[in-house]
């Protein structure tokens, strides 16, 4: 059976802070990991990782995998309230487009 | 207008009822999804779908049953809805050429069976 475990359950940073969130995982025959922000409706796409060791970033937030490890980061720097959201980590396996989610990381930033 | 549409946002029913949530999507992606969300438990699979005529159980399907009405539309009905089906449900969709494409998500709807 397919897991992913994220760490920490919450998280409340200042603003201008950086942040490290977790993504572990154990999946058969991996395909990709994904990395979702949930604020109050639906979760939004940030990043697809396939390969290890190869970041990707957009603006203030970075993420990186180790397939070796099996885990994923996702960095995100001098942090603004409006990052405040749920943060969703999934992976898929070549089995098809089934995701697999973990239970998120909720992320609070105050002013 | 959002791509992927659900309806109702909220709803607010007794135990035994039957129940249909619908979605409607304009992005012409062929894959389409259900997901229930309970908290700390992220999103958990109820059932997907391919293409028109195909139909697959997800990880938590028991007590729910699917309708692919067109390429555009995927409803999800509880046929007598139990109070630990209270969640927030999600649609979701994504093209169909390559496993693994990034889902996009729908508002959600916010069930309450009492």
């Known amino acids: 059976e397919d897991k992913v475990v994220q760490s920490p359950l919450s998280l409340v940073v200042h603003e201008g802070d950086t942040v490290t969130l977790n993504c572990s995982y154990e999946?058969?025959?991996?395909?990709?990991l994904l990395w979702y922000k949930q604020e109050k409706k639906a979760p939004t796409f940030l990043f697809m990782l396939?390969?290890?060791?190869i970041e990707k970033k957009s603006g203030r937030l970075s993420s990186i995998l180790d397939k070796k490890e099996l885990f994923s980061i996702l960095n995100i720097t001098a942090t603004q309230t409006g990052d405040s959201a749920v943060y969703l980590c999934a992976v898929g396996n070549n089995a098809g487009n089934m995701l697999t989610f973990g239970g998120g990381t909720r992320l609070m930033v105050k002013p | 207008d959002a791509d992927v549409t659900q309806t109702p946002r909220n709803r607010i029913t007794k135990t035994g009822k039957r129940i249909m949530l619908e979605c409607s999507q304009t992005k012409g992606h062929d894959r389409m999804y259900w997901y229930r969300q309970d908290p700390g438990l992220g999103l958990r699979l109820i059932y997907y779908s391919f293409d028109v005529k195909d139909i697959n159980k997800g990880e938590i399907s028991d007590g729910y049953s699917v309708s692919r009405q067109a390429q555009a539309k995927f409803s999800l009905s509880l046929e007598s809805a139990i109070p630990n089906q209270t969640a927030l449900y999600f649609c979701?969709?994504?093209?169909?050429?390559?496993?693994?494409?990034?889902?996009?998500f729908g508002d959600g709807t916010r069930l309450s069976i009492l």
């Open positions: 396939t390969s290890s060791g």
């Open positions: 979701a969709t994504s093209e169909g050429t390559y496993s693994n494409q990034p889902q996009h």
């Open positions: 999946v058969t025959n991996f395909r990709s």
